[in-house]
């Protein structure tokens, strides 16, 4: 085994660091003995002393014995290309060691024998105790593990320190109780209602979140509203080292869900490292709905009855301020867009009293876009977030986990195998369907549609009216007859006769601006409907109809004991629509247009409308906006988003709608731009090319294409590829996954200017279809993965800049980059704080930006990058900087906390720096910052938030070093002023 390692020779370790394996092998590198020959002639003597060494072992036959060798072999060899150093594999231990190199032989070992297989099992473990033997008898390696125990001991130390300071006191009552109210949540949040399972297994409806949940992606807001055409992350690298978080996302787009997989991970203590900040603390849901009723809002003590825990009662006094108050909360108001607009003045202040409270604490609030301007809570130190529509890939997932969730309720084979086939017809569907595709996007209507269309056999309605329309037959018709459930609770109740009394509920939900009632109310409405249905229970039997709508239909829960909703806001708005247009309450409707949420009720009434009702709301909607001018652009857009629903219509109101709508195209801000998708492919003919438009606007006008989708879109788009805007171009590229990817890659990708914007690639399909572009120079990576895949198809000097970071997860690896002999430029989003570096060793990268640099990641491997010119580290937590020094670096940008009261010594660590970019901010009430460790760099530029008072400035060259200070003075008013030397 000796022979498969290189020889130590002296002072060759007398550095001692841990080692990368692949660099001990003999047929590696300079100094290799070996070759592919050697390791077999290796591998087929270790076969024959074992043999000959075990008489009692089962013989082999020929054939296996060939087989075994070739297993072995590769096993071995795989030994080299192992990124791994020698300290990580002793401490994996043999038997795991022997696991990770066995999966490089998977398919030479798929076809041995039991007996054959077991042979090779035994020599992989045997080799594996002799491999980990011969790491740790090397010179170097106690010295290499001592100084990795210390880095890890460090960091466990640091971690340990901030949980402990998270815990409550262990001889409180705080602990007990904390314990049992952490656990409660695992158990009242930590399952999904599976939308359509609960037709035949309604005990298997709600499914583990872990496995149900699929990480949606998010944009981020400009200050000005305008649709940022890069900044796109996935939930958890989005939140990364955030701390107050506004939450945008359209009806059905996952925003509770979201907020409920965040109080689940806390309660579990379960965030992975990119989250690591929230560990250790413990989440407040707060869901704004219940407080429609409430003229005040709740303080901490209150904030367990706002949620309805049955564990109200039992927390001990002060216990929710006194976690707040530590810094372990994590407060998640869910639903600004479900009270009144009168109240959400209200609820600002109390997030201001609560924000200045708990300064500590995370939060998120949830809304529809459209429920409060862009920068509501800016002031607070909020940032915004839009969940994005799903993309192809990610409505993909979302089928086959919905499927998944399916089969696990089942158990007979033919129904499995129905499943399966249902699945798979259903992703050919929505390929072949973009109309349907694009309701997809949507994570309530891709449940809806995955339902459907087993429950359908297949057979799905176009629309989003008749999706709607049939979704509710399945769950008031369908559901008893799947279950065999007759004349539940003694009632005889017809699908026409459940919706007209659940609709009168949702009407007066709405229009009391509720989104639940007392289950008293509902009765009270219910019994005032009865006596035009005298065939179906006596008016004494409000409450026995009441509790059959409650259980069987499948439309209402109780969030608590004596309160009821709709399963989804969704269909209490359709029922509410519905009502409004039977009524005849048009005026009302177009009254209310300018209320928010009322929004998708008027969408959806223009769809129950008949031809001549539609074509008078569509007008009064338009007249109301001609009449208000301060809210023209609300009604007019409202008016042409619901012409989607609008089947049939007058020709002339048609033409009044669009005229208005021309007026408001393009559009200028991501909300502007999904408000004009709604309505449809009808936006494709009014919006022109970005010749006429500024960058925001025609940056805007992709937005809106891409989520209009379609072969229309696809063509629309070919107008934009060629924008000399970089913005408008990114943002054209960003659509692929919207599209089919060869269509999109033949009409826009190909004729597309790309040597100046990234190509995001997220699949293998989309790495394939790079050989038809004439260059690309910029690459996005979110699988690391595909690295091979794409070294393959790109010539090696062609790619220049490469973006990596993973769809659910933070980059703990990098790949092998060998292959990409022109790369210049790495960006790693999210990285771990075991990320190794060394991979960049030799390689031509002149500029490195680490997105976020967690405590512990060691930065001191760049030694080993002599071109590496540029460097730009984000720090969530603080300002950490290598433990060595890196003279090749001549430019850096920092982003982070300060938290001590001086800087750090740059000329130090990076002794050829001649421009510094430093965006700082400060936790509030520290001591001014002292600047004056920042002479002797010839270019410098601070900004320094949160802080009224920098020191230091003595000494510095104003014409050499810029500094601007955004502070709070007392009171809380904002100031900003540059270099206070003037």
């Not at 656990?183 to 309604?202: C, T, V």
């Amino acid at each position: 085994m000796a022979k498969l390692f290189v020889r130590e020779e002296y002072g060759a370790d007398l550095v001692s660091k841990p080692i990368r394996v692949s660099k001990l092998v003999s047929w590696h590198g300079q100094k290799r003995t070996l070759d592919e020959r050697d390791v077999r002639k290796i591998s087929e003597k270790l076969i024959s002393r074992t043999l000959a060494a075990n008489p009692y072992e089962p013989a082999v036959h020929d054939g296996d014995r060939i087989a075994v060798v070739d297993a072995l072999t590769k096993t071995l060899l795989s030994l080299g290309d192992l990124e791994m150093e020698d300290v990580q594999a002793v401490h994996l231990g043999h038997v795991e060691l022997a696991r990770k190199l066995s999966a490089a032989a998977d398919d030479s070992t798929r076809n041995m024998s039991a007996d054959a297989t077991n042979l090779y099992r035994s020599l992989v473990d045997v080799c594996c105790l002799h491999i980990l033997q011969f790491f740790t008898q090397r010179s170097a390696f106690i010295p290499a593990t001592l100084i990795t125990q210390t880095r890890m001991i460090d960091e466990t130390m640091r971690r340990m320190e901030v949980l402990t300071a998270r815990l409550p006191p262990p001889r409180s009552q705080d602990a007990d109780f904390e314990q049992r109210y952490l656990e409660h949540l695992g158990l009242k949040y930590g399952k999904l209602a599976i939308f359509g399972l609960d037709l035949s297994a309604p005990g298997q409806a709600r499914w583990p979140l872990d496995t149900a949940y699929l990480s949606l992606e998010l944009s981020a807001q400009n200050r000005d509203g305008g649709v940022s055409a890069t900044h796109r992350f996935r939930v958890e690298g989005a939140l990364t080292g955030k701390h107050r978080v506004v939450l945008r996302g359209p009806a059905g787009s996952g925003k509770t869900t979201l907020a409920q997989w965040l109080a689940v991970s806390a309660a579990q203590n379960d965030f992975d490292d990119e989250l690591a900040f929230l560990r250790g603390r413990v989440p407040f849901i707060l869901p704004l709905r219940s407080l429609a009723q409430e003229s005040t809002l709740p303080t901490a003590h209150k904030f367990l009855a706002m949620a309805g825990s049955m564990l109200d009662d039992a927390q001990p006094q002060g216990w929710a301020d006194r976690v707040l108050h530590s810094g372990r909360g994590i407060i998640l108001v869910d639903g600004i867009d479900e009270i009144s607009e009168s109240k959400r003045l209200l609820t600002k202040r109390w997030l201001t009293e609560l924000t200045e409270t708990y300064p500590r604490t995370f939060f998120l609030v949830t809304t529809r876009p459209s429920a409060v301007p862009i920068g509501w809570a800016a002031d607070l130190g909020f940032v915004e977030f839009d969940l994005l529509p799903l993309n192809q890939r990610d409505v993909d997932k979302f089928v086959n986990r919905w499927h998944d969730a399916a089969l696990s309720t089942l158990g007979d084979v033919e129904e499995r195998t129905e499943v399966e086939q249902y699945r798979a017809a259903l992703h050919v569907t929505l390929r072949r369907k973009p109309d349907l595709y694009q309701l997809a996007t949507n994570p309530l209507m891709c449940s809806v549609i995955c339902a459907l269309h087993r429950d359908r056999h297949s057979q799905l309605p176009e629309g989003r009216m008749d999706l709607y329309a049939a979704a509710l037959r399945m769950l008031l018709v369908r559901r008893d007859k799947e279950r065999e459930v007759i004349a539940p609770e003694g009632l005889h109740l017809t699908e026409e006769q459940q919706i007209q009394l659940l609709q009168r509920l949702a009407y007066w939900l709405i229009r009391n601006g509720r989104s639940e009632a007392t289950q008293a109310l509902a009765v009270r409405i219910i019994r005032e409907r009865l006596p035009s249905m005298p065939r179906v229970v006596p008016l004494d039997g409000a409450h026995q109809v009441f509790r059959h709508l409650l259980l069987r239909s499948g439309l209402l829960r109780e969030p608590t004991l004596d309160t009821v909703d709709f399963i989804h806001r969704t269909f209490q708005d359709y029922l509410g629509a519905k009502a409004a247009v039977e009524t005849s309450d048009l005026d009302l409707l177009a009254k209310n247009a300018g209320d928010d949420q009322w929004e998708d009720v008027i969408r959806m009434a223009v769809g129950h409308a008949r031809e001549r009702e539609r074509g008078e709301l569509l007008r009064k909607l338009v007249v109301i906006g001609d009449q208000r001018p301060s809210q023209r652009r609300r009604y007019h857009l409202l008016a042409a988003a619901s012409l989607e629903n609008a089947t049939t219509l007058d020709p002339a109101v048609r033409a009044e709608v669009m005229s208005r709508a021309a007026f408001l195209i393009p559009p200028a801000t991501r909300e502007e731009a999904e408000n004009l998708a709604q309505a449809g492919a009808v936006v494709l003919d009014v919006l022109s090319g970005p010749a006429d438009m500024t960058e925001e606007q025609a940056v805007a006008s992709v937005h809106t294409i891409g989520l209009i989708g379609g072969p229309a879109a696809l063509q629309r788009m070919q107008a934009y590829k060629d924008a000399p805007q970089r913005g408008v171009r990114q943002e054209v590229v960003n659509a692929w996954a919207r599209f089919d990817t060869v269509e999109f890659t033949e009409s826009i990708l190909a004729g597309c200017r790309c040597d100046d914007i990234e190509i995001p690639v997220t699949n293998a399909e989309q790495v394939e279809c790079l050989r038809q572009l004439p260059e690309v120079p910029n690459v996005s990576l979110p699988q690391p993965s595909l690295i091979p895949a794409l070294s393959a198809v790109l010539d090696r000097d062609s790619l220049v800049s490469l973006a990596l970071g993973t769809p659910d997860h933070r980059t703990s690896e990098l790949p092998v980059l060998g292959g990409l002999t022109g790369l210049r430029r790495l960006h790693v989003r999210n990285p771990t704080s075991t990320l190794c570096l060394k991979p960049l060793a030799g390689s031509g990268v002149r500029e490195l930006v680490l997105d976020y640099v967690p405590v512990g990641l060691d930065l001191s491997a760049l030694q080993g990058v002599p071109q590496l010119t540029t460097l730009s580290l984000g720090f969530a937590d603080r300002v950490a900087l290598p433990e060595v020094a890196l003279p090749s670096i001549t430019s850096l940008r920092l982003k982070g906390v300060a938290e001590t009261e001086s800087l750090p010594d740059f000329a130090t660590f990076f002794p050829g720096l001649t421009r510094l970019h430093l965006n700082l901010h400060r936790r509030p009430r520290r001591a001014p910052l002292d600047l004056s460790r920042l002479r002797g760099i010839d270019s410098v530029t601070v900004r320094v938030r949160n802080t009224t008072k920098v020191i230091g400035l003595d000494g510095l060259d104003p014409e050499r070093v810029s500094v601007t200070v955004e502070g709070r003075r007392k009171g809380g008013l904002l100031t900003s002023f540059r270099d206070q030397r003037l």
